[in-house]
C-alpha cells in the first residue's frame, strides 16, 4: 500500500476488477473469491463510492487537506476504556503504530485478532464480535 503511496500511485483509484482484487489483498487478510455476479456488483458499488476514497487519498498525499496527528496526551487523559483491534497481518498501517501507542497511551488495550489485515470485521466478525461483548461486560481498568 506504501509502496504506491510513495509513487504516488493512489491505490483507492481503480479502473478494473483486477485493481479492485488487488485493493482488497490491502485490506482483507483473506479476500472473497472473484466470481459473478458477486465481483461485478462489489465492483460497482465501490466505484460508486470512488470519491469518498479520493478525499481520503487527498488526506494522504496532500498537506494542506492532512488530518491533524490524533493528540496522544489528550487521548491518554480521555476517561474511559481505549482499545485498538489490530489484524496480526495489517498491511496499510506500520506495526510501530502499536508500540507507539502503548508507550504513550495509558490504559490502552491492544488486541491482535489472528488471521486477520486491516479490516477484523469483515476477516474475523465472530473473534470481533466476543471481543466486544467481553470488553462491555469487563469492568474498566485504571
Do not use: M
Request: proline share 7%; with cysteine.
Amino acid at each position: 500500500f506504501y509502496q504506491a503511496v510513495d509513487r504516488q500511485q493512489n491505490p483507492f483509484w481503480i479502473k478494473t476488477q483486477q485493481d479492485y482484487n488487488r485493493l482488497l489483498g490491502f485490506a482483507l487478510y483473506n479476500p472473497p473469491p472473484n466470481f459473478w455476479p458477486l465481483s461485478s456488483f462489489l465492483l460497482s458499488d465501490y466505484l460508486e463510492h470512488q470519491p469518498v476514497y479520493q478525499i481520503i487519498w487527498n488526506q494522504i498525499i496532500d498537506p494542506q487537506q492532512k488530518i491533524q496527528a490524533l493528540s496522544l496526551k489528550k487521548l491518554s487523559e480521555f476517561n474511559g476504556k481505549k482499545i485498538v483491534v489490530w489484524g496480526k497481518e495489517e498491511r496499510t498501517f506500520h506495526a510501530e503504530t502499536l508500540e507507539v501507542l502503548n508507550q504513550q497511551v495509558k490504559h490502552i488495550q491492544i488486541f491482535r485478532c489472528p488471521q486477520s489485515g486491516h479490516s477484523v470485521q469483515v476477516d474475523q466478525p465472530k473473534w470481533l464480535a466476543n471481543l466486544v461483548v467481553r470488553q462491555l461486560y469487563q469492568p474498566e481498568q485504571q
